[in-house]
């Protein structure tokens, strides 16, 4: 069975920094994986997406993850963030048997 | 959204009264699920589909059955609501590739 740990419950980032969330998975096989973002009151919205090549994706909204498989992780980075990135953010992991297994997700805020 | 629409969006039930949560999709995918989302825990899978009438179940399965009698609708019924049962209730599609599509969410209330 798979597994997501999402390190980080909460972050806060000053409008304008860098931004790190971090996802390590566990995972027999190769993995697909997944960061997605939730508005509040909203579903959720994927962000990006591994399933192979290029270790280093590239999402909506100027966010990228990468993939290294020797950590079992896949962390999302974007070089600066703007207010409106303030929401939860969730990391998940896809098996063969098609099923999305999430992690707890993170709360960013991004203060002024 | 891919055209993903659940119905009703909030509901406020009784204890040990059943309920069914309803999930309807234009977009012909093949793989529906069902996830609960409570703080602290994201979300975990309750159901899915990966067919008409071809389901099995997830991490959270107990008190939950699901039925799929076509492409379009996955329905979640909680057979005797509890409390624990509270929570806001996703409903998502998939092409195969594990990739999936949200909708907007249901919000469940037992009380």
């Known amino acids: 069975a798979q597994s997501v740990t999402q390190p980080d419950i909460h972050i806060t980032v000053s409008e304008g920094a860098s931004l790190e969330l971090r996802c390590n998975y566990s995972?027999?096989?190769?993995?697909?994986l997944f960061w997605y973002v939730q508005s509040p009151g909203q579903g959720l919205q994927l962000l990006l997406k591994?399933?192979?090549?290029?270790?280093l994706v590239q999402g909506i909204k100027g966010f990228e993850a990468e993939f290294k498989r020797s950590q079992s992780s896949f962390n999302l980075r974007k070089p600066s963030v703007h207010w409106s990135d303030a929401a939860e953010y969730f990391c998940?992991?896809?098996?063969?048997?098609?099923?999305?297994?999430f992690g707890a997700g993170t709360t960013v805020t991004v203060r002024a | 959204d891919a055209g993903i629409t659940q119905s009703p969006r909030h509901k406020v039930t009784e204890t040990g009264t059943p309920v069914t949560l309803r999930c309807h999709q234009t977009e012909n995918h093949r793989y529906m699920y069902w996830y609960r989302q409570d703080p602290g825990h994201g979300l975990r899978l309750i159901h899915y589909?990966?067919?008409?009438?071809?389901?099995d179940k997830g991490e959270v399965s107990d008190g939950y059955s699901v039925s799929r009698s076509k492409t379009e609708d996955f329905l979640l019924t909680l057979e005797s609501a509890t409390s624990s049962q509270t929570s806001v209730y996703f409903c998502a599609t998939g092409t195969g590739n594990t990739e999936a599509f949200f909708g907007q969410g249901t919000r469940l209330t037992v009380v």
């Open positions: 591994y399933f192979s090549g290029d270790t």
């Open positions: 998940a992991v896809g098996s063969n048997d098609y099923k999305l297994s």
């Open positions: 589909s990966y067919g008409v009438k071809d389901t």
């Open positions: 995972y027999g096989a190769t993995p697909y």
